[in-house]
């Protein structure tokens, strides 16, 4: 239904904007700003996330999640020149902020 709809963009965008808030405050690296988002928009422990495991394999990324993932780093690392397709659910975590850390994030 529309209202059901329209509050649950509500929450995300209000998740958004604390993940973000979070993430600058906090300063962090690379690093951990993908793990934060991955933990956040995954609800997955940080233990869970492996260096070298695709995002698809090892924490069971689809289509959806990749998007939101995307999304949540972009803002968070200011990358708003990346497309939402450039991170990839067959990519692994160190491919990802390799690739971050090409397009300039620090």
């Known amino acids: 239904s529309l209202p059901l709809l329209r509050r649950r963009e509500a929450w995300l965008r209000r998740g958004e904007e604390a993940r973000r808030n979070q993430i600058k405050e906090k ?12 933990q956040d928009v995954l609800d997955v422990k940080p ?13 069971g990324v689809d289509s959806t999640e990749m ?14 020149d990346m497309q939402n397709n450039d991170l990839k659910k067959q990519q692994s975590f160190n491919e ?11």
């Open 96 to 106: 990802i902020v390799e690739f971050l850390k090409a397009k300039g994030a620090n």
């Open 47 to 59: 233990e869970e996330i492996k260096p070298d495991d695709k995002l698809e394999d090892g924490l």
């Open 67 to 80: 998007v939101e993932i995307t999304v949540a780093i972009k803002k968070a690392l200011g990358l708003e």
């Open 27 to 38: 300063n962090m690296a690379v690093e951990d700003t993908v793990k934060q988002v991955l």
